[in-house]
Every structure is written in structure tokens, then in C-alpha cells.
């Protein structure tokens, strides 16, 4: 396998959002109301809910707020992760649910986003990511999918088992053998820091998950498995939680061996971006505190290359994403922010690639 671009991609939820106009965001319509229909007779379950639906702006709820309070608070009742276990793997299916009905409006899979991913792989850049959706990922298989078998040894591809920065065995594992051929680190790594909604925890194991504990378990897997029994069976080894965790990474999130490997890839990866690091349609939350100290820590405050693409329209939308990427790197300069589409980025930059 050949070395690491230099070059790195950190895309937020703005970068699926220019693919699919429809993916839900952070802070969207999660159908509230049927959850709390159904955990009526769940006191502290309802409880959360009915808080985030007080805060709800035109009946839209930040799922990554609720993400948080349902991993638990210290002052909780010792009981109250039965609820919030249940109520958390609702949260996961809706968001996918809408991640689902996001995409089927495409009648198309977009050809910019597999050039984006021909890209990537091609040029061995590794991509951060804190989106949990798996359209990148998809994109991805599907250039990998164009290669012949033997591209599978080479350099020039990438492959769930192997591209996520830790050998992630397919889902179809549970239920019998699968080739070996990919448990190898891929060419280019989409690393992605929070999690991702077809990463699966499969049944019997606890916090904090061993690596084996995730299986990747989605619906465009190079091989698919076929029959209805054999997805059904491969559904009871599974917990109907996804592993996916909110920015504001609590205690036992930081006990994750997934995440602790993950985030150091990250920041090795950053470290030596030396042809520059590209941020692509993230909004730099100020919640997300570990994210902010892993930039400070790796990306040098002077002579960095630090590029910032954002679809902000009006002044005042420019302006704050200036004073927050500025604050964190004091050297940035105006010339590194782009106003433009993420869509209209990656065309402009996978036309111009010989």
C-alpha cells in the first residue's frame, strides 16, 4: 500500500447535503410525536422528549442534543438506561428512515459524488468525516466496484472491511465465513469520528464495544446477500442500536477502543497534511470541543493550508464562519475561504484532476 496523501478532507454535513438536498441535518423533523406515542408509559423517556420538544424551533429537535442526554447523565436513575437504550435505537432507525427517503428522491446515485470518490481514491486522500450517513462510503464501493478483482491487492481502492481505520468485518460474518481478501488497510481511509449509520453492534456485547463487537451492515454491500432469511438472520445477531456518537463526547465515549483508534488516525493524518487541509461544508460547532482541540493540536497555527469551503449566501452568514475558522487558526487568511457549494467544489476540483 502506498503512503497517505498529504492532503485531507474534512467534510461535515453540508458536503451530503449538496449531494442529497433532502438529508436531514443537525437540528431537523425527527417525528417526536410517534416517539412520544410510544414511550407513553416510559416516565423518564418521556420526559426527554417532552424536553426537546419545548426547545423545538418550528417542531424541528437537534438530534445530536438528544444523542447526548440518552448516552446519560450522572444524575440519572440507575434503571434509566433500560428507557434510554430503547429510545436512543428509535432515534437511530429515524435518522435513518430520513437518510433512506433522502436518497430515493435521487433517482440517480450522483455521478459527482462517485468522481469525488474516484478522486479520493486515486489520489490516496484520506477523508474525515463527522457525518453519520453512509453516502460516501457507497460512493466509494461503487468506484471500487469498477476496478478488476486483482485491484483489490493493489494500491488504488477501498473497501469497508479495511477503509474505516480498523478492520470492520461485513455483517454477513455472523451467520458464516467471508473472504479475507480485504483485511488490509485500503489505499485512501474515510475516517469517521462520530460514527456512522451502518455500523452495527452485534448482540451480546456491552460498553466499551471491542472491535469486533462492529460489524459494517448495509444496504449497497458489494456482495449482497441474498433471501429474505438469510437478512433476517443476519438481523437477529444484531442490536438494533447503531454505533454512533454525539459531538459532545462524554466519558464513556472516550473508553471506545473504535474511537480512540479512529480519532488517532485522525490526527496523524492531520498532522502530516502537509499539502493542506480542506474543510468542506462543516459548520465548526462550538460544542464539539474534542474536534476543536484535535485541530489546534495538529494543524499548525502558521504557514498552515487551511481551505474552507461553505455555501454561506449573505454577509452576515460569511462573516461568522470566518471569525469562527479564524479563532481557530489565528493565521488564516482571507484568501482560504471559498463561499461556493460543496456540489460546485468537488466538480470544480474532480474536472480539473488529470
Known amino acids: 500500500m502506498s503512503q497517505s496523501s498529504n492532503k485531507v478532507f474534512v467534510l461535515g454535513a ?146 469497508p472491511d479495511g477503509g474505516y481505520g480498523f478492520f470492520c468485518q461485513s455483517s454477513s460474518s455472523c451467520i458464516g465465513e467471508t473472504p479475507m481478501a480485504h483485511n488490509v488497510s485500503t489505499s485512501m481511509q474515510l475516517l469517521k469520528l462520530h460514527g456512522s449509520t451502518n455500523w452495527r453492534i452485534k448482540v451480546g456485547f456491552a460498553k466499551p464495544y471491542p472491535l469486533g463487537a462492529i460489524v459494517h451492515h448495509e444496504r449497497w454491500r458489494t456482495k449482497p446477500v441474498q433471501g429474505d432469511l438469510t437478512e433476517q438472520a443476519i438481523e437477529s445477531h444484531l442490536s438494533g442500536e447503531r454505533f454512533i456518537v454525539p459531538p459532545v463526547l462524554g466519558k464513556s465515549a472516550l473508553e471506545e477502543p473504535i474511537l480512540l483508534r479512529i480519532w488517532g488516525k485522525a490526527r496523524i493524518a492531520l498532522r502530516d497534511a502537509h499539502d493542506g487541509v480542506v474543510f468542506v461544508g462543516y459548520s465548526c460547532p462550538i460544542t464539539d470541543l474534542a474536534a476543536s482541540f484535535l485541530f489546534s493540536d495538529t494543524v499548525p497555527l502558521k504557514g498552515s493550508r487551511v481551505t474552507v469551503v461553505n455555501k454561506a449566501e449573505d454577509s452576515k452568514t460569511k462573516q461568522y464562519v470566518k471569525e469562527v475558522y479564524q479563532r481557530l487558526f489565528p493565521g488564516m487568511e482571507e484568501s482560504g475561504f471559498q463561499f461556493i457549494d460543496a456540489l460546485k467544489w468537488a466538480q470544480d476540483m474532480t474536472n480539473h484532476s488529470v
Not at 412520544?36 to 445530536?64: C, H, P, T, W
Not at 450522572?74 to 434503571?79: G, N, Q, S, T
Not at 468522481?115 to 453512509?134: K, L, S, W
Open 14 to 159: 453540508g458536503f451530503t447535503r449538496a449531494f442529497f438536498p433532502d438529508a436531514p441535518l443537525l437540528v431537523d423533523y425527527y417525528d417526536i410525536d410517534s416517539l412520544l406515542k410510544k414511550y407513553a408509559e416510559f416516565d423518564l423517556a418521556q420526559r426527554v422528549l417532552e424536553s426537546e420538544r419545548e426547545r423545538a424551533e418550528d417542531g424541528k429537535i437537534n438530534i445530536e442534543r438528544l444523542l447526548t442526554r440518552l448516552d446519560g447523565m450522572p444524575y440519572d436513575r440507575e434503571d434509566a438506561y433500560l428507557q434510554f437504550n430503547s429510545l436512543k435505537s428509535d432515534v437511530h432507525r429515524v435518522f435513518q428512515d430520513r437518510l433512506n427517503a433522502a436518497t430515493a428522491k435521487v433517482k440517480d446515485f450522483p455521478d459527482a459524488l462517485k468522481n469525488f470518490a474516484r478522486y479520493c481514491v486515486n489520489n490516496n486522500i484520506t477523508c474525515i468525516t463527522f457525518n453519520y450517513d453512509d453516502a460516501l462510503d457507497k460512493a466509494l464501493a461503487l468506484v471500487t466496484a469498477e476496478k478488476p478483482m486483482e485491484g483489490f491487492f493493489g494500491e488504488k481502492y477501498w473497501h
